[in-house]
Structures are given as structure tokens and as C-alpha cells.
């Protein structure tokens, strides 16, 4: 059958707007079922969130206004836990979670045995901060390769024994240890980071994924299928081999196959952004329209 005039426009329109991100892909991103709303829930990196409790609800307030679900902090970092804690009651805005601040410094993993157990007692306080502000998991980065001296067999042999060692607590206090896939040199394929956290053994530890980092190595639609369930918190990044770490949808990610990958293993809980867009608007909206939100 030949194509009438009609027909031949409403191809030409589709095909434009699935070539274009920005106001065209938004549009049809709209025109979407939301599938992850009440799904997957939005977030920001926080940071210490404020100084005291005035900033902490200012802040909270910010992010809630502009739609987002959450936000995510960092131990060491926040500076009062009560003014957070009652920040987050006020603005009924949760922190989901914190970020260990000293993984890289005293990696678990490290060579000395006195920087390991630097690393084991900065988790500890985080596993317990994140309690007293009602959060869920500490992300943790469970060392570097770094040379002869603290190899990829040495990260995952020492980070091991020493997250071991703060599963106790984190049973005790109701807080997962997720460890996040990040550019140290460890565990470059889905299967050894499965495995790694497989090795561990732990209902307490999973997977904190991060969907930028790992473009780098692969697609993250794979990653996400052979971890699975073990996925437990979300990282939002976009990363290209032509611009390197930028705005969402502007890299080499393939949202809607991540979409569909993470409909496949049942996802849901948290995904924070990390990294910045035009504006936390801009950022707000990225995610609904990337993650059907």
C-alpha cells in the first residue's frame, strides 16, 4: 500500500522526535506511562546537607519543592545529626542514606593494617549515623588497585574480612553495607562484582549501582541483569566516550534499555543523582523522563 501525504508526516514526526533529546523527547517521555512512579524514587547527593538545623530544612524544603523524593548525605560530614534528624521530621523529607567519606583515604583494602582499621571504625559511625536519621545503607567504595602492594586479589581478600567485621552492627542497627562500582581498578565485570558480593555472604551487603561508572566497561542493561536482586540502591550518572561524565541523556547510556532491565529484575528503591545538569531542575526532570518517574 503507498503511503498517503498524512502517513508520511506522522513517520517524519516520530522519527525526528526519537532523534532528538531535549523539549521533543520530553514530550514523548510525557506521553509515557510513568511505570516507576512509586516505583523507583528520586534523589540528590546532599552532601553535609547544611550547618544547622535552619539551613537542613531549608535545603530539604528545596529539593522537595522541586519534586524530588529524597535526598542523600555524607558521614563524616554532617555536622549536627539531632538538627538533621529534626530537619527531616519538619519538612517530612527523608535522607535515605549516607555515603562513607573515608573509603578512599583508608581504604579497607590499604596495605596498612592501621588505615584498614581506620576504614572499619569511619564504617561504623556511618552504619550508626545513618540509623539516627532513619536512613537504609551506607555506600561504601571497598578499596583500590593500586600496585604490587594492594592488588585486585589483595582489595577483595582484605575489604572482605574487614566488612565482615561491621556486619554485627549494620544487622544490629538495621542498615545495609552496599558497595558501589566505581573506576579503582576492582571488579571490572558484572560477574566478579556478583561474585564478590556473593563471596561476602551477607543480607546486610549489595550491590549500590552506578549506572554512569560502568558505561565505561560495559552496558549497564547487562550489568544490571547479572547482579540482579543484589542491585539495592541506584547511582544516576551519564557517561560517553566523546564527553566523559555530562548531562543525563547526553552519553553513551541507553536509558530505555536500563528501563528495561530494571523492569526485568523487579527494581525497586532509590536512585540518586550524582553529578550535575543546567540546574536542579533540570536534573528533577531528567530522571522522570529517563527513569519514567
Known sequence: MTPNRRDFIKVASATAALSTLGTASMTQAAERPRSN??????????????????????????????????????????PDLGALREAISEVDFPVHGV???????????????????????????????????????????????????????????????????????ASRYGIRVLIENVWNGFCETPEQLRDYIDEIDSTWVGSYFDI???RKFGKPEDWIRVLGQRI?????????????????????????????????????????????????????QLMDELLDL
Not at 534523589?43 to 524530588?68: H, P, R, T
Not at 579497607?108 to 536519621?133: F, Y
Request: glycine share 14%; proline share 4%.
Open 212 to 214: 554512569g561508572n560502568v
Open 232 to 284: 539495592v540502591k541506584l547511582d544516576v550518572k551519564d557517561w560517553g566516550v566523546k564527553n566523559g561524565f555530562c548531562r543525563l541523556g547526553e552519553g553513551d547510556v541507553d536509558w530505555p534499555a536500563v528501563r528495561t532491565a530494571l523492569a526485568e529484575i523487579g527494581f525497586t528503591g532509590w536512585a540518586t543523582r550524582e553529578g550535575g545538569d543546567n540546574s536542579l531542575e533540570d536534573t528533577a
Open 37 to 78: 512512579k512509586g516505583r523507583i524514587f528520586k534523589a540528590n547527593k546532599g552532601g553535609s546537607i547544611g550547618a544547622n538545623k535552619e539551613q537542613m530544612v531549608a535545603k530539604l524544603q528545596q529539593y522537595k519543592d522541586l519534586g524530588f523524593d529524597g535526598l542523600e548525605g555524607g558521614i563524616p560530614g554532617i
Open 99 to 169: 555515603v562513607d567519606g573515608v573509603h578512599w583515604k583508608d581504604r579497607l583494602s590499604s596495605p596498612d593494617p592501621a588505615a584498614r582499621q581506620i576504614g572499619v571504625e569511619a564504617l561504623v559511625e556511618a552504619i550508626k549515623g545513618c540509623h539516627a536519621i532513619g536512613g537504609s545503607a551506607v555506600l561504601l567504595v571497598p578499596g583500590k588497585v593500586t600496585g604490587d602492594d594492594e592488588t585486585h586479589d589483595d582489595v577483595w581478600s582484605r575489604s572482605i574480612i574487614e566488612i565482615r567485621k561491621v556486619l554485627p552492627v
